[in-house]
């Protein structure tokens, strides 16, 4: 009897651990699933066809969408406030004009920001911190623009419990990441963004490779006989995955985003074909109707 009542109670706290897991935990698993054959999908700034770039209701319609991953971008007010905005200037994507390390986080506050058409919205420049708090448990967050205060991201990601949403990406080397940040990168999914044009590209991605565990790799190539090509295969060989931008055609072989709409197999199954398994898009919803197709798209 007393076996039965121990079963009973391990079943109960075993239903209980999956319940509480949220949508957000299921991708992170995949994410370190080097055996998954799931595309992951990343909408560029958000839903910005249906909201302003970089705003709440952006990251609201991407979570709505099934969208696995908002990229956005990250910079300082003047008052060290960490705010989400693409561009150093306001002038944009806001009612604004200037710097946007010129304003206070108060005084940015008075501006819109704009949507389509350069309308005035009625949405305002959100901090990262509030940011964060919306995307809690629902989607994955890729933060961009934030290389050279990494430590700042990583404590608004401590105080709002969403260290492991966050995927931050860097140009620099190991050497120099680890010389400045140190142990924080094994607290992180880092992921190294590697260009055609880096000096010494062999050791470049070997040295991530052999002295930490990036999640994954951001991989940048022009033509389709790039050298990229030979890292992609041996990244992939140790289990990391590779990220590719189908948003413009310099980026990905000419495989871009506005001539996947029409030939989605000749460009999108492409770069998948050559070793994409998360793809940052201008196009969200068509690569996701793409990919459910194609049963790529499947969370189990």
Not at 58 to 81: N, Q
Request: aromatic content about 10%; overall charge neutral.
């Amino acid at each position: 009897m007393k076996k039965i009542h121990i079963a009973i109670v391990l079943l109960i706290l075993f239903s209980n651990i999956i319940q509480a897991q949220t949508h957000a935990d299921k991708l992170i698993g995949i994410l370190e699933d080097s055996g998954s054959k799931y595309i992951f999908v990343a909408a560029h700034r958000g839903d910005w066809r249906n909201a302003p770039e970089n705003s709440i209701k952006a990251l609201k319609k991407s979570i709505e969408m099934g969208v696995d991953i908002m990229e956005t971008d990250v910079r300082f007010t003047k008052d060290s406030v960490l705010v989400l905005m693409h561009d150093t200037t306001i002038d944009r994507t806001t009612t604004g004009k200037g710097k946007l390390s010129d304003y206070t986080y108060a005084e940015l506050q008075k501006f819109y920001l704009t949507g389509g058409l350069n309308r005035k919205t009625y949405e305002r420049i959100p901090t990262f911190e509030e940011f964060m708090l919306t995307a809690k448990g629902k989607i994955l967050i890729n933060v961009d623009k934030s290389w050279e205060y990494i430590d700042k991201i990583v404590d608004v990601l401590k105080k709002t419990g969403t260290l492991r949403q966050a995927l931050i990406k860097g140009e620099d080397s190991y050497t120099e990441v680890n010389a400045k940040y140190g142990s924080l990168l094994n607290d992180i999914f880092y992921i190294p963004i590697v260009k055609e044009e880096q000096t010494n590209l062999n050791a470049f991605v070997d040295e991530y490779l052999n002295k930490t565990r990036p999640i994954a790799f951001e991989i940048l190539y022009s033509f389709e006989k790039s050298p990229m090509f030979e890292q992609i295969k041996k990244i992939k060989q140790r289990g990391r995955r590779i990220w590719v931008n189908t948003l413009w055609g310099e980026m990905c072989a000419g495989h871009e985003d506005e001539r996947a709409l029409d030939s989605p197999n000749a460009n999108w199954g492409w770069v998948i074909e050559h070793g994409a398994t998360m793809i940052q898009t201008d196009r969200p919803a068509e690569l996701l109707e793409y990919l459910k197709r194609k049963r790529l798209h499947t969370l189990n």
